[in-house]
Structures are given as structure tokens and as C-alpha cells.
């Protein structure tokens, strides 16, 4: 167990939940005996993911198909996580994707597209969670920013700019939610080996590079992020709202 109190166990729904930071997020909180329903494009990792997390922790887990960009898919899984878990006290948003195309080539379907996961999906995920969220008490969401969240990259004006909107979501959201109990926070990772960011990673000169600007001279695991969200999640934060807490191994402390 995490040794965090996690106090009501009421199920969470995390996207993105079939791999990388989605699926290390959906471990964490079952370790500390919340149920969790796992939401993924790709439904096989989704169902293999919340398969080997409820045989590793005895919670219930559940999984299901869904595009977040899409109203009808999101309400129809939030019927069947609500069925699955019995209650839903708790999100996290860490579905997300990345297009690396500069201002010059940068096309409409891009924009939409990963503005659309990134940002615009978390924001009627919540809302189409508002009833259960509101139903209990400490419920709690974390949003998946990133360090594009506080810096820019030339190269992924689309995605710097959705984790940007992410902060500033949160802190919206933390100010409306904050008299229904509701608190809103959001993770901002750095250089994370996901499988978004697998070409590089597993590029031995493209990796050292990464390492070299992290002062704590490695780049980070989904683990690293999971325990900062099981934390935003726990009882422990019961006084943090409308926060962002980067979790980068130090990249952003220097130019």
C-alpha cells in the first residue's frame, strides 16, 4: 500500500489509462485501495492494464473503449464506470498527444486535434462527471499538464499551448469547484519515457541529451508522475486547490 490516506475510496476515472502516465496514475491510486476505471482509445491495453492492476491490488478496476473528443463516447463511459466502480469521487485527465509541427506547417486539423485531447476533452470530462463529483465528499481532479505548460517549444505551438490551457483550467476550475469540495490540480512532468516519447528515449544520444538538462541527471518514469498524482489525490493535500506542481527532475529551475 502507498501509506497515503485516501479517504472516501471512491472510484476514479483516469484517461489515457492503457499506457504510460495514464496507466502508472491508475496503478498508484489502486495501491491505495481506490477503484479506478481505466479510459483508452486502444480498449486492449485498457483491458490488459485494468486486468493486471486488479490482480496485483484487489480493487475493482474497469476499462473501456473511448474517444474524449467525443460527447456521446465520454457519456456513455461514465454510465459504465459509474456502473462498474458504484461510485466516482475522483479524475484524472492524462490522456494527450503531440504533433510536432512548427507555425509554418501547422495545419487547422492538427490545432483541433490535439487541443481537442489535450485540453477541450478534460473540460467536458469534467463536466459530464460534475453529478458524481458533487455527490462526494474530498472528491478531487488532476489534470496532465507538462513543462510546456510554464515554457515554449517552437516546434509544438498546438501542444504548448493546450498544456498552457491546462493551468489555466485548473485554476478555473479550482475556483468554481472549491464550494462543492471539489479540488483541481494539475502535474506538470518533464522529459518522461512514455511510449509519446519512446523514438527519443530509446535514442541513446537523444536520451543523454535529456539528461544532461535534468539536474537530477536521468529522465523521469511514469511512477515519478503517478506518486505526485496519488498525493494531489490523498488526504495528505485536503488544502491544495488550483495548483501546479512540476515534477521534472529540475529542468525548469534553469535556463
Given amino acids: 500500500m502507498s501509506g497515503l490516506i485516501m479517504s472516501p475510496t471512491t472510484g476514479v476515472v483516469v484517461t489515457g489509462g492503457g499506457s504510460g502516465i495514464g496507466r502508472a496514475c491508475a496503478r498508484a491510486l489502486a495501491e491505495a485501495e481506490r477503484p479506478v476505471s481505466l479510459w483508452d ?33 465520454v457519456a456513455h463511459a461514465v454510465t459504465a464506470a459509474r456502473e462498474a466502480l458504484g461510485s466516482i469521487g475522483g479524475l484524472v485527465h492524462a490522456a494527450g498527444i503531440v504533433t510536432a509541427v512548427d507555425i509554418d506547417h501547422l495545419t487547422e486539423e ?14 467536458f470530462t469534467v ?6 463529483l458533487r455527490r462526494h465528499e474530498k472528491s478531487a481532479i488532476v489534470g496532465i499538464g507538462s513543462i510546456m505548460s510554464v515554457v515554449g517549444n517552437a516546434m509544438i505551438p498546438s501542444y504548448t499551448s493546450s498544456k498552457h490551457g ?3 483550467l485548473t485554476k478555473s476550475l479550482a475556483n468554481h469547484l472549491g464550494a462543492d469540495g471539489i479540488r483541481v490540480n494539475a502535474v506538470c512532468p ?12 530509446d535514442d541513446p544520444p537523444s536520451r543523454a541529451a535529456l539528461e544532461a538538462k535534468t539536474p537530477l541527471g536521468r529522465v523521469g518514469t511514469p511512477e515519478d508522475i503517478a506518486k505526485a498524482v496519488r498525493f494531489l489525490m490523498s488526504d495528505q493535500a485536503d488544502y491544495i486547490t488550483g495548483t501546479t506542481l512540476i515534477v521534472d527532475g529540475g529542468v525548469t529551475s534553469h535556463d
Avoid: F
Fill in 190 to 201: 518533464g522529459y518522461i519515457h512514455t511510449p509519446m516519447m519512446a523514438a527519443v528515449m
Fill in 127 to 132: 463536466k459530464a462527471l460534475l453529478e458524481d
Fill in 41 to 73: 482509445l486502444n480498449d486492449e491495453e485498457a483491458a490488459k492494464a485494468a486486468a493486471s492492476i486488479a490482480a496485483d491490488c484487489g480493487v475493482v478496476t474497469h476499462s473501456v473503449s473511448v474517444d474524449v473528443t467525443d460527447g456521446d463516447a
Fill in 166 to 168: 491546462v493551468v489555466g
Fill in 110 to 123: 492538427i490545432w483541433d486535434s490535439v487541443l481537442g485531447v489535450n485540453l477541450r476533452a478534460q473540460v
